[in-house]
C-alpha cells in the first residue's frame, strides 16, 4: 500500500501531497495518509471525503492513519483547491502567520530593471526559508509575475507544492487581458484576497 507521510507539515501541505500522492495511484487502489497534526488530520478528513476516497481514520500514539481509495472520477475543483480546506489554529503565532503581496512585477521604488531582478531574487530566496508565508497574492501589475515561461512562475509554483497558497486577482488579468498566459496560482476575486489579508498575522508588501 503507498504510503504518504506527512507528518510535520502544516496546511495545506499534508492535503496537496495526499492530492499528488492519489494521482499515481491507479482506480480503486488503496493508500495510506499519516498525520501527527489533529488540524491537518481534519481537514484531510474533510477534502478526502469530498474528493469521494472514502476516508477511514484511526489515531495511534499521537498520530493519525488515514485510509482512502483512489475513485474513479474526483472533482477537479475540489482537487485543485486544497487551501480552501485549511483552518489556521488560532494559536498560530503572528511570526508563522504571514501573507506577502506583490503589488508590482518589480520590487522598490527606483530602477524597473533592478527592481525585476530584486523580486526574482526574494522568490528564490523565499524558497529556502523555513518560515514560510501562508499566502503570495498578486494583484495589479503583480499578476504578471505568474505567468507562464517565467522564472517567477516557476519559483511561485515550487513554493505552492510547499504549501503556499498563490492567489492571482482576478479582476488584474481581465484588465491586462492575460487570462490565458497564466501559469500558477488560484484566480480569485477582492473579497477572497480582502479576506485572506484580514487573516494575515502581518502582510509583507514587496
Known sequence: MHTVDTKGHLCPEPLIMARNALKEVKEGEKMLVISDNETSYQNLMSFLSDLGANPIAEQKEGQFFIEVTKPEVTTSEKESNPEAYCNIPQN???GSNYS????????GEGDEELGN????GYLNALKGMDNLPTHIIMYNGGVKLALKDTDTAESLAELEDKGVSVIVCGTCIDYYQIKEKVGVGRISNMYQIASK??????????
Open 117 to 120: 531582478l530584486l523580486i526574482r
Open 100 to 107: 506577502v503581496v506583490a503589488r508590482g512585477a518589480s520590487m
Open 197 to 206: 489579508l484580514a487573516e494575515s498575522g502581518h502582510v509583507v508588501y514587496l
Open 92 to 94: 498560530v503565532s503572528p
